[in-house]
């Protein structure tokens, strides 16, 4: 490991790369997954940093009150596993000698056993220990992720409840939105309103549409609901949203972020999560969570890291 390994791009040049005696990284889940061998959301125990939190249906089993599912709105109620806890997990599974057991004690510590992984080497782990994988926010927010949620869920109750969605689009596209870096802005507004990315679960629009459509449509609900007492608890939770989407925007362009900002993102998110649970029970997805965990790499690095090539497109 000291030698450094080879990795093969995409095109397939192959460079050589080598680990810094401290390392992070920053990538979306299935990365992780990938190259940690976690069980995701397949095991008991869905997030690799919390120890108490376990996938739904699985917290209410619990008399003692230690275990809190993926849907917990408190930061405070999470037990966040220390590196040592984790190490000591993997190395407990090389010592399991049935497959049973061993299944088991995968899905339940959340992460497979692999004899040759990184984090079964002991003397290189510490140079990239659980504390240093970081979720990209990209990825928990933007693409396909808690906003991309909101926005297909917040529709899809329109639809029910309200009308075809074809009002709140019409009306977005007939007003004069300018755009920053595009020339053609009717065009370009009316590309991330496309109807085909307004089906299914999540809005299919790429990171930069996704958040430039979150404020669009705080807009037209603005504009056309507030105040007509429909879709209550579904626009709660989208204007929780939005407040995050505030303090993110203030995160990409702020060259550190302080404790005072890590409090506020989540007081932020714990309010979001709770009143998303009243609008949506039954649609928190892991992102939801791993959303407490962008805290991890506020707090180690004192930035707001992501893997956004350019910055979002604002609109006014
Ligand atoms: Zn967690």
């Known amino acids: 490991m000291d030698r450094?390994?080879?990795?093969?791009?995409?095109g397939g040049k192959v460079k050589r790369m080598r680990l810094n005696p401290q390392a992070f990284f920053i990538s979306d889940a299935d990365a992780q997954r990938c190259t940690f061998h976690l069980r995701g959301a397949s095991g008991i125990r869905p997030c690799f940093r919390c120890k108490n939190i376990v996938a739904?249906?699985?917290?209410?089993?619990?008399?003692?009150?230690?275990?809190?599912?993926?849907?917990?709105?408190?930061?405070?109620?999470?037990?966040?596993?220390?590196?040592?806890?984790?190490?000591?997990s993997?190395?407990?599974?090389?010592?399991?000698?049935?497959?049973?057991?061993?299944?088991?004690?995968?899905?339940?510590?959340?992460?497979?056993?692999r004899?040759?992984?990184?984090?079964?080497d002991r003397v290189q782990r510490n140079r990239l220990p659980p504390s240093h994988v970081l979720g990209d926010p990209m990825h928990i927010?933007?693409?396909?992720?808690?906003?991309?949620?909101?926005?297909?869920?917040?529709?899809?109750?329109?639809?029910?409840?309200?009308g075809n969605i074809d009002i709140l689009i019409t009306s977005l596209n007939g007003i004069p939105f300018q755009t920053g870096g595009?020339?053609?802005?009717?065009?370009?507004?009316?590309r991330?309103?496309?109807?085909?990315?307004?089906?299914?679960?999540?809005y299919k629009g790429s990171a930069r549409q996704c958040s430039s459509v979150m404020w669009l449509l705080w807009y037209a609900i603005q504009k056309l609901l507030i105040g007509r007492d429909i879709l209550v608890k579904e626009i709660q939770s989208f204007s929780a949203a939005i407040d995050i989407c505030r303090t993110l925007d203030r995160f990409t362009?702020?060259?550190?972020?302080?404790?005072?900002?890590?409090?506020?993102?989540?007081?932020?998110?714990?309010?979001h999560q709770a009143l998303f649970n009243v609008a949506y029970p039954d649609d928190c997805r892991p992102k939801h969570h791993a959303r407490y965990h962008v805290v991890d790499a506020l707090r180690l690095l004192g930035k707001y890291l992501h893997c956004e090539p350019h910055a979002p497109c604002m609109i006014s």
């Open 141 to 162: 927010f933007w693409a396909n992720g808690c906003m991309s949620a909101e926005i297909n869920l917040f529709l899809a109750a329109f639809q029910t409840n309200v």
């Open 253 to 271: 362009y702020s060259t550190e972020v302080v404790q005072n900002d890590i409090n506020l993102y989540l007081h932020q998110v714990d309010r």
């Open 115 to 120: 004899p040759f992984s990184f984090w079964n």
């Open 56 to 88: 739904k249906g699985y917290g209410e089993v619990d008399p003692h009150g230690f275990f809190k599912e993926i849907s917990c709105s408190q930061y405070s109620q999470l037990q966040i596993s220390s590196d040592a806890e984790t190490f000591q």
């Open 90 to 113: 993997i190395d407990h599974l090389s010592t399991i000698r049935t497959a049973k057991q061993l299944d088991n004690f995968e899905k339940s510590c959340g992460i497979n056993f």
């Open 182 to 190: 595009h020339k053609g802005h009717s065009a370009h507004v009316k």
């Open 192 to 202: 991330m309103l496309s109807a085909k990315l307004f089906q299914g679960p999540l």
């Open 4 to 10: 450094g390994f080879d990795i093969k791009l995409v």
